[in-house]
Nanobody, 125 residues
């Protein structure tokens, strides 16, 4: 079984900063990409930022220059440093792992997406 545990969400004023963390654990053979997605009320889930095992990053246009994603490969952990936060950044932020995992103990290995349960980020004065 594979688990992603997010932390670091909360309430912050506009212009403030937050740092999200996501730790992956369980039967993980390899990781291609880890990243963050978000979903605001009434909207579809959207990509925020991703990072490959080699360190290549990709950001949504709306967060470029404000958010920074990083990764600790040895710890299977990904971080999202968010600065200059805006009210429109308010959403539930989900961690994602694209890799080869074994969902069932003793079972087969699959390349698949694994999701965390999400952490709420609220930007409001």
């Amino acid at each position: 079984q594979v688990q992603l545990v997010e932390s670091g969400g909360g309430l912050v004023q506009p212009g403030g900063s937050l740092r999200l963390s996501c730790a992956a654990s369980g039967s993980i053979l390899s990781i291609n990409t880890m990243g963050w997605y978000r979903q605001a009320p009434g909207k579809q889930r959207e990509l925020v930022a991703t990072i490959t095992s080699g360190g290549s990053t990709n950001y949504a246009d709306s967060v470029k220059g404000r958010f920074s994603i990083s990764r600790a490969n040895a710890a299977n952990t990904v971080y999202l440093q968010m600065s200059s936060l805006k009210p429109e950044d308010t959403a539930v932020y989900y961690c994602n792992l694209d890799g080869t995992v074994r969902p069932v103990v003793g079972g087969a290995w699959y390349r698949r997406d694994t999701w965390g349960r999400g952490t709420q980020v609220t930007v409001s004065s």
